[in-house]
């Protein structure tokens, strides 16, 4: 293990993501010239980013320093931290990739859909292990969350440690086969001397401690027991601990399992070969099947517990799934609460599946979920055994942040060496002191499709327009030479106006346009297609929202002769 030198130079941290949101999670610890990579994710999209599938960080301060790089760490597989590496490969490839063995199973799978398999190494870590880089090295301590092998991280440098706790909890009565968390390594850490703290802020508005999974699997237990009919299963496929207590229940009670959803057959598969669940010969049945057994008789785990318009779930709802349709006697249990930005698309689901029959059970009234963040009394714990000298709080909004900045000041770390950074901030420390010196461009770039960063704020702002008050085309065509009209104006709408009911408002329009681009020709010696262009528009825009209030894209189609 490193050991400190007076010769020892600043630690840099930098946030590529994951500060004032949900999402997105990848830090950098910098020292002299290396760099260690912690996680990479994705942040799902909000409802006013229309049309756009994931939010992903800008990878140019990691590219930039690429020569440092040793390798990219990841503490535990959900997407908003391993999310971003097919995405972050294709512009950095050949790093190595250290991971615990569920994580890295889930990654391979991302990797394989992508083709990327040849551009990284894989490296399976747990607990023990430890990664020497020269002057920097990386050991880890076992944390509990919604998901097996959950790591923190710590770095050591010649300056200090600095420690990472990744997503936790701290669940002391963790589901058969999981491991508690190991308070003696975090509390060794902490009286080694830890530099910085960077901790898990999300549940920093809950003043308690988060409920146990085991406390959720009894709630799981006692609904499923007083089911007659069939029941439908919906949970975060990553949540393989929620997954093992559903599935418990039903084999205890003489119930098949059937699994739908692409990401809910492959979370199984892995969590069969890895160890984490155990199914007796016969339980699992062929998705084709399950209309031929017994309601009373039947499971089904599947996708969709977010609202995904696509899952399984969603399509059960709607009434297109090919082989699920609900009948009478079904039960619907949401194992999870929406994460920022479903919840419309969520209740969207519940009203679907209530309106076609099946009773839902959700939220936690019913205590069928717990989080797998800890709250404020756990933050406090973790600070309490790390007891570090510097903090900054990560993985939450802004008020997250802030709040658990002060449960660090109530834990005596002193309000000077407490930082609430933003991306693309550095923050530079050693043994003496601690500031923010720097800032790189961190914005977010929209994956739309097969598009990558194509999509800028600016063609969101015009969807945004598009969603809200539609557009107006306006089609001429114009001898260009004598600024003669040869067809037209003619005006067409889609999502501004019912056409068949305004024929005054579109006559008028017609008149405008047409004033407009004689206008041009009237005032100017030489006119382009671009002056028209921008007289429609100015003209119609004026127009429009003086008759109706609102504001369509206005666009023009000249065609010169």
Do not use: W
């Not at 994705?42 to 800008?58: A, C, H, N, R, T």
């Not at 007796?280 to 009373?296: A, Q, R, S």
């Not at 297109?320 to 698309?345: A, C, E, L, R, W």
């Not at 000298?389 to 109530?410: D, N, S, V």
């Amino acid at each position: 293990m490193p050991t400190k030198s007076k010769k020892a130079k600043n630690i840099r941290i930098a946030a590529i993501g994951g500060l004032g949101e949900i999402g997105k999670n990848m830090y950098c610890v910098e020292y002299d010239d290396k760099i260690v990579v912690i996680d990479c994710g994705i942040k799902f999209p909000e409802d006013d980013l229309l049309g756009i599938d994931y939010v992903i960080s800008d990878y140019q301060y990691v590219i930039k320093n690429r020569d440092k790089i040793q390798g990219l760490v990841i503490t535990h597989g959900h997407e908003d931290h391993i999310g971003g590496i097919p995405f972050l490969l294709r512009q950095l490839s050949g790093i190595n990739i250290y991971a615990g063995p569920l994580a890295l199973a889930l990654i391979r799978s991302k990797l394989e859909e992508n083709g990327l398999t040849r551009d990284c190494n894989l490296i399976e870590i747990d607990e023990d292990s430890d990664l020497d880089f020269g002057e920097i090295s990386v050991t880890f301590f076992r944390t509990t969350h919604s998901i097996p092998d959950t790591l923190g991280v710590a770095v050591h440098t010649p300056v200090g440690v600095v420690v990472q706790t990744g997503d936790y909890k701290f669940d002391l009565t963790p589901v058969d086969g999981q491991p508690a968390p190991n308070l003696q390594r975090m509390a060794k850490l902490g009286d080694e001397g830890v530099l910085l703290l960077m901790s898990d802020s999300t549940n920093a508005e809950v003043p308690t401690f988060t409920k146990s999974e085991r406390f959720v699997g009894k709630s799981i237990r006692n609904i499923m027991e007083s089911i007659k009919g069939r029941i439908i299963f919906a949970s975060f496929a990553s949540n393989i601990s929620r997954i093992k207590q559903a599935s418990d229940v039903a084999i205890e009670n003489g119930r098949k399992i059937a699994v739908f959803g692409r990401s809910m057959e492959a979370a199984i598969k892995n969590g069969v070969e890895l160890g984490y669940l155990d199914y007796p010969k016969g339980t699992l049945v062929d998705p084709k099947d399950v209309n031929n057994i017994p309601p009373e008789e039947m499971m089904i785990l599947c996708t969709g517990s977010q609202g995904e318009p696509m899952a399984a779930l969603s399509r059960i709802a709607n009434g297109t799934h090919k082989q699920i349709s609900i009948v009478p006697g079904d039960t619907v249990i949401f194992s999870s609460s929406p994460i920022p930005g479903n919840t419309m698309s969520v209740n969207h689901v519940i009203n679907g599946l209530e309106e076609a029959g099946a009773e839902v059970i959700h939220g936690k009234v019913n205590n069928v979920h717990t989080s797998g963040h800890g709250g404020q009394e756990e933050q406090k714990l973790m600070l309490r055994l790390i007891k570090p000298k510097f903090f900054m709080p990560i993985h939450g909004e802004y008020r997250m942040l802030k709040i658990h900045t002060e449960l660090a000041q109530l834990c005596d770390v002193p309000k000077e060496n407490c930082f609430i950074m933003e991306n693309g901030d550095v923050l530079e420390l050693n043994q003496e002191e601690a500031k923010v010196v720097d800032h790189f461009p961190a914005s977010d770039v929209f994956v739309d499709g097969n598009g990558i960063g194509d999509i800028g704020n600016a063609v969101i702002h015009e969807r945004q327009l598009l969603s809200e008050d539609g557009l107006v085309a306006a089609c001429a065509t114009v001898k260009m030479k004598t600024g003669q009209i040869l067809s037209g104006p003619d005006i067409l709408s889609r999502g501004f106006i019912y056409m068949r009911e305004s024929g005054e408002l579109i006559n008028q329009a017609q008149k405008q346009v047409y004033h407009a681009i004689k206008m041009c020709f009237r005032s100017s010696g030489r006119v382009t297609e671009s002056m028209i262009n921008d007289a429609i528009v100015d003209t119609l825009q004026d127009y429009l929202y003086e008759k109706t209030e609102r504001k369509p894209i206005i666009i023009p189609m000249i065609i010169s002769v």
